[in-house]
């Protein structure tokens, strides 16, 4: 079982990157935060989350420890498999997830891409008393490379499902009225609200 990997970023498509560890190349699935924090070729450190099934292995990675935690809380929610708690954990950090649990909030969960109110209600449901037990800090939003920005938000967009020649004038559209501050995963939202509109 695979727990953690440290290496630097060869590759990165999408929600996917390949980490090389010492010449070996790990193919992992990392959420948008984690994709947001990455910066250049400087060694990264991810806590692992290994998915073995029948006929294959696939690596879950996350910046930060909290992260990885929710997305295995996710998992024992009946119906969520790894890319959906992925893509949760994508589209609201651990405090506001926390707390939106607690609060019963179904409303802020539904407005995670993919995530339909009978979802958002058995999140509420099964796991209310599981999320007490977890603190989490949420901290202030990390920023990317401006010359990447508008790439990783097509690649992220694409990987939601949309055509690139729809993601790439949207991500345009939504990183205009931003500033070169923005982190990846409020550019997403953006883009979602822009795509909402048409």
Do not use: C
């Not at 998992?75 to 997830?97: C, D, M, T």
């Not at 926390?98 to 009978?118: E, F, M, N, S």
């Not at 603190?135 to 690649?155: A, C, Y």
């Not at 729809?166 to 997403?188: F, K």
């Amino acid at each position: 079982m695979i727990a953690s990997l440290r290496g630097k970023v060869l590759v990165r498509n999408g929600s996917r990157i390949i980490v090389d560890v010492h010449g070996v190349g790990y193919d992992v699935w990392v959420s948008l935060p984690t994709l947001d924090a990455l910066n250049g070729d400087d060694e990264v450190l991810l806590h692992i989350y290994t998915a073995l099934r029948e006929n294959s292995l696939e690596l879950f990675g996350f910046a930060k420890a909290e992260e990885k935690r929710v997305f295995e809380i996710l998992l024992g929610v009946s119906g969520i498999g790894p890319r959906l708690a992925l893509n949760i954990v994508s589209g609201i950090s651990p405090g506001r997830f926390r707390d939106a649990v607690l609060q019963g909030d179904a409303g802020r969960l539904t407005a995670i891409p993919g995530i339909g109110r009978k979802v958002a209600e058995r999140l509420l449901v099964e796991l209310k008393e599981k999320i007490k037990k977890l603190p989490f800090e949420d901290s202030s939003p990390t920023t990317s490379l401006p010359g990447r920005i508008e790439d990783d938000l097509v690649s992220s967009l694409v990987n939601l499902g949309y055509k690139e020649r729809q993601a790439r004038p949207v991500a345009r559209a939504a990183l205009a009225g931003a500033g070169p501050e923005i982190s990846l995963t409020d550019a997403v939202r953006l883009a979602l609200r822009e795509l909402a509109k048409s």
